[in-house]
């Protein structure tokens, strides 16, 4: 945009080392000046051969130096003159070791930071549905790239191969309660370190010679004794008509 005078500066590198705030207005005034407009009243106070003063009896558009803080900033301001003590302020300008340049309006400034605010946040999203994923079966999930660096980063390992199956622990400890019971340990240690102690078995007491015989001698008469005969078949009977 032409009018757009904010991305803009203009210098003139034969007047910078003789600025003052005497001179300031004169060389804000060259014709090259993209900034100065020709049509103004300090234009015709400038042909008329006039001192500044003249400018608080005219009307309409001048030009002020507003501050000064030499040797490197000047401020001008752009104003419309409506009567001797009253005045519009239009646009300031600020000359910085000789260089000008536009200074940006209330609603530029709060236009330019929405903008940066808007354009940020609106990288941030795009950024994040980037690292979206989706699958009918899964569902939504966030697949960021450092996690596959750091993936790749790591030492693969090798899962541990489980010696056996829990099938197959629990069969071995039915099969070692089995062994215990049948075969109970002679010694046993109350405490790691400590030495084995025996085991005291209590045997059970043998039953006499004499009653051993006689439980013989029973089941070998059971044994010889003759099987009962076996009962013949009923008789059929005929059936009376």
Not at 40 to 56: F, S
Not at 185 to 211: D, L, R, S
Request: glycine share 4%; charged share 25%; aromatic share 10%.
């Amino acid at each position: 945009n032409k009018n757009n005078l904010l991305g803009i500066s203009w210098v003139d590198s034969n007047w910078v080392p003789g600025l003052n705030p005497g001179n300031v207005l004169e060389y804000f005034s060259d014709r090259s000046n993209p900034f100065y407009d020709r049509t103004c009243n300090n234009e015709v106070v400038k042909m008329q051969r006039l001192t500044v003063d003249h400018l608080n009896q005219m009307v309409g558009v001048e030009y002020i130096l507003l501050h000064a803080q030499e040797p490197i900033l000047y401020i001008i301001r752009k104003q419309q003159r409506q009567s001797p003590t009253q005045v519009v302020p239009l646009a300031d300008y600020y000359i910085i070791a000789g260089v000008v340049y536009q200074a940006p309006d209330l609603g530029t400034v709060i236009s330019s930071r929405v903008l940066s605010a808007v354009h940020g946040i609106q990288s941030a999203f795009d950024e994040a549905m980037s690292y979206c994923r989706y699958h009918p079966s899964k569902g939504y999930w966030w697949h960021f790239k450092d996690h596959e660096e750091r993936e790749k980063a790591k030492p693969k390992t090798k899962k541990k191969e489980e010696p056996s199956s829990l099938f197959q622990r629990h069969r071995v400890d039915t099969l070692l309660l089995d062994l215990r019971s049948k075969f109970p340990p002679t010694f046993y240690q109350p405490k790691p370190g400590e030495k084995p102690i025996p085991v005291e078995v209590k045997k059970e007491p043998e039953p006499p010679a004499e009653t051993v015989k006689q439980e013989e001698r029973e089941q070998a008469t059971k044994s010889s004794a003759p099987a009962p005969p076996n009962k013949p078949p009923p008789e059929k009977r005929a059936r009376l008509q």
